[in-house]
Nanobody, 118 residues
């Protein structure tokens, strides 16, 4: 299984970015997907999850009402739409995948840098 993440970049506070993740190696609909982020020196933080059927959980309180996770089964892509970005959203963002709902995320993308300037 491979995950290809893209869409990071530099944006001013209040701006928007959309991250994409393309999992491959298994049937797309078999994946449970998530976005994590990590700041140097801190633990990786779970941001949001989306299930096979599209059920969504936002795990980071700080992103609720600003970030939207979604999946496009036709294009076989996972998205993280990030709006009203804040400098504290600056991090490397990783997409992750698993095929067992109660198991750990086994596969990880390479990470994409998001930098929000004040």
């Amino acid at each position: 299984v491979q995950l290809q993440a893209s869409g990071g970049g530099l944006v001013q506070a209040g701006g928007s970015l959309r991250l994409s993740c393309a999992p491959s190696g298994r049937t797309f609909n078999s994946f449970y997907m998530a976005w994590f982020r990590q700041v140097p020196g801190k633990e990786r933080e779970l941001v949001a999850r989306i299930g096979r059927s599209g059920s969504i959980t936002y795990d980071a309180d700080s992103v609720k009402d600003r970030f939207i996770i979604s999946r496009d089964n036709g294009k076989k892509l996972i998205y993280l739409q990030m709006n009203s970005l804040k400098p504290e959203d600056t991090a490397v963002y990783y997409c992750a995948a698993k095929t067992i709902m109660t198991g750990p995320y086994l596969w990880w993308g390479q990470g994409t840098q998001v930098t929000v300037s004040s």
